[in-house]
């Protein structure tokens, strides 16, 4: 920012903004608004000057907590390319702590953009710079100090020339590194975008020092009957039999869809042409569709998150993967012609019952194992892609329970593995007779459930590791992963902890 009238340049410029601001805090005001439950994050300017001597940010911040009531916690970010050297690490320790005393707020120091960082250079400076040792980085920086001038042929005069300067600043240096070293003044946190617990520790750092919740009135888990009324929830009789009512309604539309798709084909049989059958088809695959979307509407309350966007995108993708299942009729037939997809000489290969047993029983194996740890990407990735396992495999269920109705389930032998496909004829395959309607339904909606169930069970850490009766989630959560880090842990099944605040004293 240059200004002709007041010769300002670009750091006067930026502390000259920052003076008008706070000199007409009612904009702000207005910005903010009147909304309540607010998490505001502000993004304020590089230049250490506004937050090392000036009383601009304070000034912003005082005028926050008196007028808004607001809880304020400073973030100090420090890229993790500017630590190139013990003295640029010792400037931003200094730079972090200027910015702490004058703020006057709980302060959460960040060593950011580690992810781009190669893994050997991130596991470097995690190891020289998250819990450094201040003698080690000091002696260090003396040792290059004294090495001279590498384009200088004689190292004797550059020594000469320079020993009185770096004996001078490796003292002030070494007395620095022990006034922050001995009162642990700062302490950085990690922070990698790739890497979701990075993401995680950062945010419930920032929660402690804002006390984010803590007004919150707790869930008691032992409400009585009458205090479950007047908060307008369920009872626990009732939170037993909604899933039972939701797989009862469920059915019931099953059972009417499958009258209506025998009905119409009955019609359409009247009339044996290429159109009809086409009809038939298409029919048969809104059948499939609409089958895998109602099995998985059943299950969603057994895979969290239940949002709104959730559930309309995970019954999208359940319809999805009921329908692909019939394309390994026209793998087999190695054709895409209708007519040769459905005059195999046996039934496909993911119409064999084993296989989803099989996949089921990997899935479950896969779930709840920290298999992120051995992954170069974040948990993220993992977890959309053990979401869509499972959602596949209630689709699949729904599909195959379908073709069970009328062919029973394929128990043995498996798949051909050359040709894909059941070799031998129907009758010598071990497959069961043709499911009855009127229990067939209720029992797969209930194992799917159960299924996801165990699932979740199996998923959340809560009740895999321990039963904690704790009014904070996150600080129980928070303690289980450091259960699981302790050899022999920490609390054992049946143990009760207590939460006792993050209140100093």
Same mark, same amino acid.
């Given at each position: 920012?240059?200004?002709?009238?007041?010769?300002?340049?670009?750091?006067?410029?930026?502390?000259?903004?920052?003076?008008?601001?706070?000199?007409?805090?009612?904009?702000?005001?207005?910005?903010?608004?009147?909304?309540?439950?607010?998490?505001?994050?502000?993004?304020?300017?590089?230049?250490?000057?506004?937050?090392?001597?000036?009383?601009?940010?304070?000034?912003?911040?005082?005028?926050?907590?008196?007028?808004?009531?607001?809880?304020?916690?400073?973030?100090?970010?420090?890229?993790?390319?500017?630590?190139?050297?013990?003295?640029?690490?010792?400037?931003?320790?200094?730079?972090?702590?200027?910015?702490?005393?004058?703020?006057?707020?709980?302060?959460?120091?960040?060593?950011?953009?580690?992810?781009?960082?190669?893994?050997?250079?991130?596991?470097?400076?995690?190891?020289?710079?998250?819990?450094?040792?201040?003698?080690?980085?000091?002696?260090?920086?003396?040792?290059?100090?004294?090495?001279?001038?590498?384009?200088?042929?004689?190292?004797?005069?550059?020594?000469?020339?320079?020993?009185?300067?770096?004996?001078?600043?490796?003292?002030?240096?070494?007395?620095?590194?022990?006034?922050?070293?001995?009162?642990?003044?700062?302490?950085?946190?990690?922070?990698?975008?790739?890497?979701?617990?990075?993401?995680?520790?950062?945010?419930?750092?920032?929660?402690?020092?804002?006390?984010?919740?803590?007004?919150?009135?707790?869930?008691?888990?032992?409400?009585?009957?009458?205090?479950?009324?007047?908060?307008?929830?369920?009872?626990?009789?009732?939170?037993?039999?909604?899933?039972?009512?939701?797989?009862?309604?469920?059915?019931?539309?099953?059972?009417?869809?499958?009258?209506?798709?025998?009905?119409?084909?009955?019609?359409?049989?009247?009339?044996?042409?290429?159109?009809?059958?086409?009809?038939?088809?298409?029919?048969?695959?809104?059948?499939?569709?609409?089958?895998?979307?109602?099995?998985?509407?059943?299950?969603?309350?057994?895979?969290?998150?239940?949002?709104?966007?959730?559930?309309?995108?995970?019954?999208?993708?359940?319809?999805?993967? *009921?329908?692909?299942?019939?394309?390994?009729?026209?793998?087999?037939?190695?054709?895409?012609?209708?007519?040769?997809?459905?005059?195999?000489?046996?039934?496909?290969?993911?119409?064999?019952?084993?296989?989803?047993?099989?996949?089921?029983?990997?899935?479950?194996?896969?779930?709840?194992?920290?298999?992120?740890?051995?992954?170069?990407?974040?948990?993220?990735?993992?977890?959309?892609?053990?979401?869509?396992?499972?959602?596949?495999?209630?689709?699949?269920?729904?599909?195959?329970?379908?073709?069970?109705?009328?062919?029973?389930?394929?128990?043995?032998?498996?798949?051909?593995?050359?040709?894909?496909?059941?070799?031998?004829?129907?009758?010598?395959?071990?497959?069961?007779?043709?499911?009855?309607?009127?229990?067939?339904?209720?029992? *797969?909606?209930?194992?799917?459930?159960?299924?996801?169930?165990?699932?979740?069970?199996?998923?959340?850490?809560?009740?895999?590791?321990?039963?904690?009766?704790?009014?904070?989630?996150?600080?129980?959560?928070?303690?289980?992963?450091?259960?699981?880090?302790?050899?022999?842990?920490?609390?054992?099944?049946?143990?009760?902890?207590?939460?006792?605040?993050? *209140?100093?004293?």
């Amino acid at each position: 920012m240059q200004d002709d009238t007041l010769h300002l340049g670009p750091n006067g410029g930026l502390i000259f903004c920052m003076e008008y601001l706070c000199q007409n805090l009612d904009w702000l005001d207005e910005a903010i608004g009147d909304e309540e439950s607010d998490y505001i994050l502000f993004d304020c300017p590089g230049q250490i000057e506004l937050y090392s001597h000036l009383p601009i940010i304070p000034r912003l911040i005082e005028h926050l907590q008196r007028r808004w009531d607001f809880h304020v916690a400073s973030v100090f970010i420090l890229d993790a390319r500017f630590l190139v050297d013990g003295s640029h690490f010792l400037s931003g320790i200094l730079s972090a702590l200027s910015a702490m005393i004058c703020l006057g707020t709980p302060h959460v120091n960040v060593m950011s953009k580690l992810d781009m960082l190669s893994e050997s250079k991130q596991r470097l400076v995690l190891a020289r710079y998250l819990e450094p040792n201040m003698d080690e980085l000091c002696e260090s920086e003396d040792e290059e100090e004294g090495k001279g001038d590498p384009k200088t042929d004689d190292v004797s005069v550059t020594d000469t020339s320079r020993k009185p300067r770096t004996r001078k600043f490796a003292k002030l240096t070494s007395m620095l590194a022990g006034v922050i070293e001995q009162y642990s003044l700062v302490h950085f946190l990690p922070l990698n975008r790739d890497k979701e617990d990075t993401i995680e520790d950062l945010l419930f750092q920032i929660d402690q020092c804002l006390q984010y919740g803590e007004d919150i009135e707790p869930r008691n888990r032992y409400f009585d009957e009458a205090e479950v009324e007047l908060a307008g929830e369920m009872s626990a009789d009732e939170r037993a039999l909604f899933p039972l009512v939701l797989i009862l309604c469920g059915s019931i539309f099953l059972y009417l869809l499958e009258l209506a798709v025998k009905t119409c084909q009955s019609v359409l049989m009247i009339h044996n042409t290429r159109v009809t059958r086409a009809l038939m088809l298409g029919i048969e695959t809104i059948a499939h569709a609409t089958t895998g979307a109602v099995f998985w509407l059943i299950c969603v309350p057994y895979s969290p998150p239940p949002r709104l966007l959730y559930i309309l995108e995970s019954i999208l993708a359940a319809c999805v993967f *009921a329908v692909s299942v019939d394309l390994d009729h026209f793998i087999a037939a190695g054709s895409f012609s209708i007519d040769a997809a459905r005059n195999l000489r046996g039934r496909p290969f993911l119409h064999w019952f084993g296989g989803l047993l099989l996949s089921v029983v990997i899935l479950l194996g896969l779930t709840g194992l920290r298999i992120t740890k051995y992954l170069n990407f974040g948990g993220l990735v993992v977890d959309c892609l053990q979401a869509s396992g499972w959602i596949g495999i209630v689709a699949w269920t729904s599909h195959q329970l379908r073709d069970a109705l009328r062919l029973g389930l394929w128990l043995w032998p498996p798949p051909d593995p050359h040709e894909w496909v059941l070799t031998c004829p129907y009758e010598k395959a071990v497959a069961t007779r043709p499911l009855p309607l009127l229990l067939s339904y209720p029992i *797969a909606l209930l194992c799917c459930s159960l299924l996801l169930w165990i699932k979740r069970q199996r998923r959340d850490p809560f009740v895999r590791n321990a039963r904690i009766n704790s009014y904070r989630c996150r600080s129980a959560f928070k303690l289980l992963q450091i259960n699981d880090l302790v050899p022999g842990g920490l609390i054992q099944p049946g143990d009760t902890v207590v939460d006792c605040g993050a *209140a100093p004293g």
